[in-house]
């Protein structure tokens, strides 16, 4: 009864073949552990963090749902693998807009080798990082009544400069006719929209020193049907994703994180203002 | 009627024929021009900055006073060098105890030349700021009726952890008796003291995009005796200063900047709840 996700706008597939995450019909996220030693860090943290007394009860709610492991039929064909089991976070939304947006200006551990820090620098001279202090990993925006989705190639979307940063952060909230921000104060506002969910985040960020997420991503999820019916909280989601390079806080915040994370809630403004 | 400034804790200090500073006594600092561009490159964000209306009045004074360039006898005897006329931080304070605190996890520019970061990358392995978002850069506490001044070693404090920063932190506003925090509610605590105006100019930076502060730092300066006596506002002053790799913000918030901020407030913050 898994299949391969309708919805989704970064990281491995399960295409052709190849290994990626699953879904099944009961909305359930089935991600097949990463090699290299990924796959069992990105175990260890949802482990840790399941069970963290000094994660506060309100926070909970921007992390996927955890479920602990399960053997699965990889997509690959490769037989039973471990996998994560994990909320699957486009359930009962028939048409989900998808944006993957990775924090921080770096996206390596100042700890790591020298040879992979200078792989990661290379490879984020070709992005949005450095300047913005995120990038776009992956988006896809549902247009009604036009073509279906939008979904703009992955490596065009990570090299974006600010300003076409803001374009896609409007075209995102917009109805057909681009860059309306019809759905702006609906979707980037008001008390349950993602200005305020990303605020209530920083809030945490500018407290907690437990962990340092290096290279994880926050997806923003709404359906625009469900937008558009005009109820609350509109189908809105913030949820932070992919722990494989998690590290301890040792008693500091995560500046990087944070730093990237403010920038944002700049971009989400600006849109809201304008 | 220029002499070497007697409370210098960072950068280049002119003694024995060197190139440094200069102080008067109107209450006026000389900072000679430095090589390379940097001396231009400051020179040019003083101007800027001094006449920038997107600059609120109330954020100014976060920044030393500048009147301008003079041609004055450098500290080396090399002659009649040009200096950026700035207020000398330290005027009318007797006892004077700084911090010179670096800002950001990262001192270069993503856009610098290659050579030049992986120089940065290794400097910055050898102290605190990739760990921290900020480091110390040098630190002076007049220690009242016990040994004058506690300055620990530049290249000492440059390379801290955490739990050691916190530990300077706490001496920097203690009494002779170390890490008694005597002076903490005076001078980091209350509506004038250093986590009030951190805040205050952590404010600015969520929303100002005009310039990118790189390898800037915060001075933290106050009179022990002068708190001592109860006056408000205690004679507490944070500054940023070190303008040399000031870039155009292009529409961004400064993360990097922002986000070593934020973990400085939380190092102030902890000693104030502790």
Redesign the interface.
């Known amino acids: 009864m898994l299949k391969a996700p309708t919805h989704q706008v970064a990281g491995h597939q399960a295409q052709n073949g190849k290994l990626g995450p699953l879904v099944d019909d009961s909305g359930l996220f089935y991600k097949s552990l990463q090699d290299g030693g990924r796959g069992s860090h990105e175990l260890a943290f949802y482990t840790s963090f399941s069970s963290n007394p000094k994660v506060p009860p309100h926070i909970r709610r921007f992390f996927p749902e955890f479920h602990g492991t399960r053997l699965v039929e990889a997509s690959d064909g490769s037989g039973l693998l471990p996998h994560l089991v994990l909320g699957d976070l486009t359930f009962e939304k028939p048409n989900p807009s998808i944006m993957d947006i990775k924090i921080g200006?770096?996206t390596w551990a100042?700890q790591q080798p020298k040879d992979y820090?200078a792989k990661c620098?290379k490879k984020?001279?070709g992005c949005s990082s450095?300047?913005?202090?995120f990038r776009l990993e992956g988006v896809q925006m549902y247009a009604a009544n036009e073509t279906g989705y939008w979904k703009p190639e992955r490596k065009l979307v990570q090299n974006l400069s600010?300003?076409e940063v803001?374009l896609v952060l409007r075209k995102f909230v917009s109805s057909n006719t681009p860059s309306d921000c019809l759905f702006a104060p609906a979707i980037y506002g008001g008390p349950h929209g993602v200005l305020s969910l990303l605020l209530e985040l920083k809030a945490w960020f500018?407290?907690q020193?437990v962990y340092h997420f290096c290279a994880c991503s926050i997806l923003v999820v709404y359906d625009k049907e469900i937008a558009g019916r005009g109820t609350v909280p509109a189908g809105v989601e913030i949820k932070l994703v992919d722990f494989a390079h998690v590290l301890d806080g040792?008693?500091?915040?995560d500046?990087?994180f944070?730093?990237?994370l403010?920038?944002l809630?700049?971009f989400i403004s600006d849109v809201l203002r304008t």
Chains 1, 2 share one sequence.
């Open positions: 200006s770096r100042p820090i620098l984020d001279r450095p300047a913005l202090g600010a300003a803001g500018e407290e020193t040792r008693g500091v915040i500046h990087n944070l730093g990237g403010c920038s809630i700049k």
